[in-house]
């Protein structure tokens, strides 16, 4: 982290956060309990935890798609609300949720078009992105002539089309292979140093988080509750390649993760986590 | 990967018009089948009629339906043959069922509008629109005609073929105000998530993800409703007392049937043909619209 980026807001600052679910005739669901959560610029965390837990929900809260029961949640110092308002995040889903009338290009250019970004800027704009995710031969094409993992390239794309300083991602990779997986986790490491977006980015699995992430949020179910946050500690000027998954720092982080799963005393439930 | 799904359509349509051909022979196999094989008086069973007689006047050969479709209509001079009758009668009902499945279009989107807007109104105007089409047209046809008949604004007066078109739009709303709705509601929840990520409103939502999401949807039921304003024009040509219509010149035409029962069948085998062409229109119109046809793709 350089000092302009620590003198600046934090990306996200969750104070004791939480989330009650009202379900039929009164019965209620506490998904999210006391959490807290500080992201800076331009950093990537994620959050890992078994199913139920609250990953997407707090996601979700960041996002403005729920609000939170109690708590407060600043985007950029500012409410979740406004800051969706002004656009401050870019968001994926584990599904890409593209549009099947429009071409890729037109996909990536929706956000642009709804807020009345001109003719040629959109295109321009599209075409850089389409570049970034290496789709150059497939702008004229449709979601339904690419594979999954393609989709889910345009689907970035398009989030980061309002070149947003964050990322919101809930299992964007969960539906691919793994091998697709493991060439698109590359690509976003790529993508991420190329636009210095902070990301929080929502998985199942423990090598990917750590592969990914310079902090690893790891969450525990019934309330979903943060257990620990495990620092992933490369050493200076490791790079994220194909190499580091090989590498005794990433076994290093991905053992932390794991005890950090295990240890939590009431979800002794880490070891089908995938 | 296009080219295939192309020559698929094409293969597809074409085993359609086979088999639509096919169902033409079957039947008149079975009719000129039984015409020789059934008893000339019927199969009566407690004295009920489950069969029909078989005799020239209830069951006219074929052969004479066409040559009669081509001779002239009556003995009088300069009457035309048949089928050009039939043609012209054809016309004048596919003019009036049009502006009746025009205006029920409308009408029924602009509901399936208002439900999708509002849920209350979605949950308070439904039964209202299944109770709507449980009203016999029999009994609707009178009163739209009576009622017409007391509008008088400036130079505009009420016509008959303006309550036939009344009752055609009548039928044809129904399944447009179904299919729309269903079509404006049929965006996942991720895809109505993400316009509210982009902080798009109800209208530009509507304009750029409901609307799109409804062609498939509102395609059939359009369709739907162009069969519907035919079947709600023939029948209310009849009903109203409407003159030049194809509803009007089959009952005229079964009236002479004693004497001329093949000429009969010549209005009935248009009003076929118009529902067929009603719905080769439509899907024309569906033709512009074939992008939004795409279907999700599957990851
Ligand atoms: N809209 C909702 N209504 C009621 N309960 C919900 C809703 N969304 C999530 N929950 C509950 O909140 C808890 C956390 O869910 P979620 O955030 O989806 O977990 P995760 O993404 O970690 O698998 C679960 O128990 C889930 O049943
Ligand atoms: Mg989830």
Known sequence: MTDTALNALPAISVRSAGKIFSVARGAEVQALTGIDLTVAPGEFVSLIGPSGCGKSTL???????????????????KTARQARLDQEYGIAFQSAGLLPWRSVQANIELPLELHGVGKAERAARAEELIELVGLSDFRTRYPD?????????VAIARSLAERPKLLLMDEPFGALDEMTRERMQQELVRICSETGAAVVF????????????DRVVVMSPRPGRIVDIVSVNLGPGTE??????????????????????????????????R | MTMTRGADRTKSRASA????????????????????????AGVELFGTSILPKTDDRSMPHLVDMLTRAIEPVNTSAGSPPVWVAVIGAALNSLGVAAVGWAVGSVVG???????????????????????????????????IVAWGGKIQIGAFSWDRWMSVAVIASYLAFFPVAVGA??????????????????NAGWFRTLLKLRLPASVPYLLPALRLGAASA??????AEVSTGYKGGIGRMIIEFAQSGTSDPAKAYAPIAGAVVLGLVSAAIVALIGLSLKRFNRQEAAS
């Open chain 1, 59 to 77: 996601l979700r809260l960041i996002a403005d798609l729920d609000s939170a029961t109690s708590g407060e949640i600043l985007v950029f110092g």
């Open chain 1, 145 to 153: 002539q690419l594979s999954g993992g393609m989709q889910q390239r």
């Open chain 1, 202 to 213: 929502v998985t199942h699995s423990i090598p990917e988080a750590v592969f990914l992430s």
């Open chain 1, 240 to 273: 994220r390649s194909d190499a580091l998954r090989e590498n005794a720092a990433f076994f290093a982080g991905v053992t932390a993760v794991r005890e950090a799963l295990h240890g939590s005393p009431v979800a002794p439930l880490g070891a089908d986590l």
């Open chain 2, 17 to 40: 018009v086979l088999w639509g051909v096919l169902g033409i022979v079957v039947l008149a196999v079975l009719w000129e089948g039984y015409k020789a094989v059934g008893p000339v």
């Open chain 2, 109 to 143: 989107f602009l509901i399936a509008l208002l439900m999708q807007r509002l849920h209350v109104a979605e949950r308070a105007v439904l039964p209202w629109l299944i109770l709507s089409q449980t009203v016999p047209l029999i009994a609707l046809a009178p009163v």
């Open chain 2, 181 to 198: 709705l269903r079509g404006l509601q049929s965006p996942d929840a991720i895809h109505v998530e993400l316009m509210r990520t982009y």
């Open chain 2, 230 to 235: 035919i079947v709600g024009t023939v029948v």
